[in-house]
Structures are given as structure tokens and as C-alpha cells.
């Protein structure tokens, strides 16, 4: 099996434990409306998806 050459010292440990998560990942501005939303997943907001509308939503614009 793949194996790690040497152990990881406890600072890297350390650093790589409180880098986790500072950006959530997927996480994208969705370009329609600009609100967060989860890359590659129908936008929530506006119900677009690769610039086409998917789901039916009421948008006030
Ligand atoms: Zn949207």
C-alpha cells in the first residue's frame, strides 16, 4: 500500500488542522444572482444551472 514516507510533525499537524474549512469549498457566487450557493448544484436562489433556468423559482427582480 501507498505509505508516507515520514511522519508529520506536530506542527504541520497543527497548521493543517486550523487551515480546515477557512474557505468552504464548493461554496461559489453563483453568476445569475450573486447569492452563495453550492458549485455544481442548482442555484436555490434563482434555479439556474450552467446559464439555463432548471427549477421554476419566484424571483422579484
Ligand atoms: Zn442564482
Redesign the pocket.
Given at each position: 500500500m501507498a505509505h508516507p514516507k515520514r511522519k508529520w510533525s506536530k506542527a504541520r499537524t497543527a497548521r493543517h488542522r486550523s487551515a480546515w474549512k477557512l474557505n468552504m469549498p464548493g461554496l461559489v457566487e453563483?453568476p445569475?444572482?450573486?447569492?452563495k450557493?453550492l458549485r455544481r448544484t442548482v442555484?436555490k436562489?434563482?434555479?439556474?444551472l450552467d446559464g439555463r433556468q432548471v427549477i421554476k423559482v419566484d424571483e422579484e427582480i
Open positions: 453563483c445569475q444572482c450573486h447569492a450557493m442555484c436562489n434563482c434555479g439556474y
